[in-house]
């Protein structure tokens, strides 16, 4: 069975640092993309970018360029999205979510975490 | 980035009730398309994907159509489970960017 699990909701002071889990389980973890999408409190989905764990390529949004870090630990089937200096607006609600392997090369989300909410409050 | 424009944003229906949803995107996208449901404090669920066709397990009563840069989900008959917000997304180049969303709701 195809299981995403990330970490757990976490409250930050503005400034600090934050890195986030995504641990996959149930298919091959190198052979599909993992992506982040946010919501904000009461808002819509907001893609954010993906990383594909075999090789950690990434794509951002322009508008979290720079802003956050992707990464992936092949020995761990776990993906990780880190920010180091926090602002109020990050608060939000993050999902992990794999994207689906097609013929065709691209793909919507299949699967996905449970969501993790980051409140970032002084 | 490729603009997602859904309408309505709110719709209010009742049990039995055909509703149609829109999507609009501001370029052509083909039919790299996806619709997803989520309920309050849920993730989202995958329903339709390259514009019509059904994921496994979603009933019959969905469905999608469209393709370039108009498409619509439709439920044939609402049942209680469906009250939940639709999201659009395109996928046809990134960012994959998502529809802001169209709340269904019970009449």
């Known amino acids: 069975e195809v299981q995403l699990v990330q970490s757990g909701a976490e409250v930050k002071k503005p400034g600090e640092s934050l890195k986030i889990s995504c641990k996959a389980s149930?298919?091959?973890?190198?052979?599909?993309?993992i992506g982040w999408v946010r919501q904000m409190p009461g808002k819509g989905l907001e893609w954010m970018g993906i990383?594909?764990?075999?090789?950690?390529?990434?794509r951002f949004s322009p508008s979290f360029q720079g802003q956050v870090t992707m990464s992936a630990d092949k020995s761990i089937n776990t993906a990780y999205l880190q920010w180091t200096s926090l602002k109020a607006s990050d608060t939000a609600v993050y999902y992990c979510?794999?994207?689906?392997?097609?013929?065709?090369?691209?793909?919507?989300?299949?699967?996905w975490g449970q969501g993790a909410l980051v409140t970032v409050s002084s | 980035d490729v603009q997602m424009t859904q309408s309505p944003s709110t719709l209010s229906a009742s049990i039995g009730d055909r509703v149609t949803i829109t999507c609009r995107a501001s370029?052509?996208?083909?039919?790299?398309l996806a619709w997803y449901q989520q309920k309050p404090g849920k993730a989202p669920k995958l329903l339709i994907y390259?514009?019509?066709t059904l994921e496994s397990g979603v009933p019959s009563r969905f469905s999608g159509s469209g393709s370039g840069t108009e498409f619509t989900l439709t439920i044939s008959s609402l049942q209680p489970d469906d009250f939940a917000t639709y999201y659009c997304?395109?996928?046809?180049?990134?960012?994959?960017?998502f529809g802001q969303g169209t709340k269904l709701e019970s009449k």
């Open positions: 149930g298919y091959s973890f190198t052979s599909y993309w």
């Open positions: 979510a794999r994207r689906a392997i097609t013929v065709a090369g691209t793909s919507p989300f299949d699967y």
């Open positions: 370029r052509t996208i083909s039919t790299w």
């Open positions: 390259k514009a019509s």
């Open positions: 997304q395109q996928y046809n180049g990134y960012p994959y960017t």
């Open positions: 990383i594909y764990p075999g090789d950690s390529d990434t």
